[in-house]
């Protein structure tokens, strides 16, 4: 049993979390919480002074005891624990190299950077684009491939348009990036979700769907899944294709992530059915320059002009100095160089952070394993949410993600955190769990007593 003066810390830092006492508020006084608690001025004055001593709250003399705000907390930059950002880390970001692009296709293109381009692409672009694709054991020809203006805009166009198969409705992991769930609330198209955990999905349940609901696409992260961190096998992925061409559904691929794959072996959905069941998306934003914009999608040969037709109505064609320079860069080499080196680093960074959680987590909290990429979850014990604890941390620099939005409605889980490795310093992320035990560790001591 805690002591008394633990206790009344317990209470203020609830009251802290739940947004009852802000930061600047005053504290109840000495006397009134030894009245509440039933225990002496010392044992109030005590709790106060551990919790001073933990920054949480100050004391003005003849005045009283007041919440922690940020003139007596000011956040230096080396004190932010930063698990939330999604950017590639800034650390190995190519700046140099990718401005020597950007200068050499300015005076290698003139003409063509300066004007409207191909509406499907620059063509070298293309041409680049297609051979990089073969790496990621995606064969295809150049007539299939589309640049566009970041995967948020194919995913956009995808939910808009009509497919082939004539069917409307489409399923979703659950759960799933987020800027797609946007996609499909703005645009009110009917959506399902199937469950995914890192154990997989149930493909029995996915076949009832495929059978019964009128799927137009199943949009699935095949790699290194946002948010979970999950990683299909490839008996799972091949049964996956399977179903879907049974059941006349297209399958959206995005495999924003696929380079960081350690394992050679494990292909993409689309290495199973080439011909035009699965539609490839892979995106530059999460393994090079986020403001670059581009990314590359694979669409089967029937879908190009109507797709072409959606996209014009989106901006007619996507940025062609940021195509220009990326032609430039994957021809060099230098984008196979800069791939071998964040491999290295991202998977230092998972291993890092998943040794912290083994070593520190509560034994009642349960955490993702991926073998590398950019996300890890943390499963709350069921009493705890993920708001409260996003709450307490953000007041002591850390930040983490609330995984609630990344749910449909009916889906929604409360109790998920998801970390990113990709710009916390490897330094950092023992102190950052540390931080996120003791506050899962308060919340559900406080709801067991």
């Known amino acids: 049993m805690n002591s008394k003066y633990r206790k009344i810390m317990d209470e203020i830092k609830?009251?802290?979390?739940?947004?009852?006492?802000?930061?600047?508020?005053?504290?109840?006084?000495?006397?009134?919480?030894?009245?509440y608690f039933s225990c002496s001025k010392n044992t109030v004055i005590k709790a106060y002074v551990e919790l001073e001593k933990e920054h949480?709250?100050?004391?003005?003399?003849?005045?009283g005891f007041y919440v922690v705000n940020e003139l007596h907390a000011a956040k230096?930059?080396?004190?932010?624990?930063?698990?939330?950002?999604?950017?590639?880390?800034?650390?190995?970001?190519?700046?140099?190299?990718?401005?020597?692009?950007?200068n050499q296709a300015i005076e290698q293109y003139k003409e063509e950077l300066f004007t409207y381009s191909d509406q499907q692409g620059l063509y070298s672009l293309r041409m680049q684009l297609v051979k990089y694709l073969q790496s990621l054991q995606v064969f295809t020809h150049l007539e299939r491939l589309i640049v566009v203006s970041g995967s948020q805009q194919a995913l956009n166009l995808l939910v808009?348009?009509?497919?082939?198969?004539?069917?409307?409705?489409?399923l979703i992991e659950q759960p799933t990036y987020f800027g797609f769930i946007e996609s499909v609330n703005l645009q009110k198209s009917t959506t399902f979700g199937i469950e995914l955990t890192m154990d997989g999905i149930d493909l029995d349940r996915l076949e009832f769907i495929f059978r019964n609901y009128d799927i137009k696409f199943f949009y699935i992260i095949p790699r290194f899944h946002n948010p979970l961190g999950h990683c299909y096998t490839k008996s799972e992925k091949k049964k996956i294709v399977d179903l879907a061409e049974k059941y006349n559904v297209y399958i959206v691929e995005d495999d924003y992530l696929g380079d960081l794959d350690p394992n050679s072996k494990s292909d993409p959905l689309f290495s199973f059915d080439p011909s035009g069941r699965v539609?490839?998306?892979?995106?530059?934003?999460?393994?090079?320059?986020?403001?670059?914009r581009i990314a590359a999608v694979v669409l089967p040969a029937i879908m190009v002009n109507n797709f072409l037709r959606y996209k014009f109505s989106s901006d007619f064609n996507s940025p062609a100095l940021s195509q220009g320079a990326l032609e430039i860069y994957l021809k060099s080499g230098m984008f196979n160089s800069h791939l071998k080196k964040i491999k290295q680093v991202y998977?230092?960074?998972?291993?890092?952070?998943?040794?912290?959680?083994?070593?520190?987590?509560?034994?009642?909290?349960?955490?993702?394993?991926?073998?590398?990429?950019?996300?890890?979850?943390?499963?709350?014990p069921e009493n705890v949410t993920a708001k409260k604890v996003v709450h307490m941390l953000n007041k002591q620099n850390v930040y983490v993600d609330d995984a609630a939005r990344m749910f449909l409605p009916e889906y929604?889980?409360?109790?998920?955190i998801r970390l990113s490795i990709s710009q916390v310093k490897e330094s950092q992320m023992k102190l950052g769990v540390e931080r996120l035990s003791s506050c899962i560790a308060l919340f559900d001591s406080i709801h067991r007593d």
Do not use: W
């Not at 009251?15 to 006084?29: E, N, Q, T, V, Y």
């Open 14 to 35: 609830l009251r802290i979390a739940d947004g009852s006492l802000i930061a600047g508020s005053k504290l109840p006084s000495v006397r009134q919480f030894s009245e």
């Open 56 to 63: 949480l709250i100050y004391s003005v003399p003849k005045s």
């Open 76 to 102: 230096k930059d080396n004190e932010v624990i930063d698990f939330f950002s999604a950017g590639p880390d800034k650390n190995v970001m190519p700046y140099i190299d990718f401005q020597h692009c950007m």
């Open 160 to 170: 808009s348009m009509p497919f082939p198969n004539g069917k409307n409705n489409i």
């Open 279 to 292: 539609i490839y998306i892979k995106s530059f934003s999460k393994i090079f320059l986020p403001g670059l």
């Open 347 to 380: 998977r230092n960074k998972m291993q890092t952070l998943q040794e912290a959680c083994e070593l520190l987590l509560p034994p009642n909290t349960l955490f993702s394993k991926p073998t590398s990429g950019f996300y890890l979850t943390i499963s709350l």
């Open 412 to 416: 929604k889980k409360e109790n998920l």
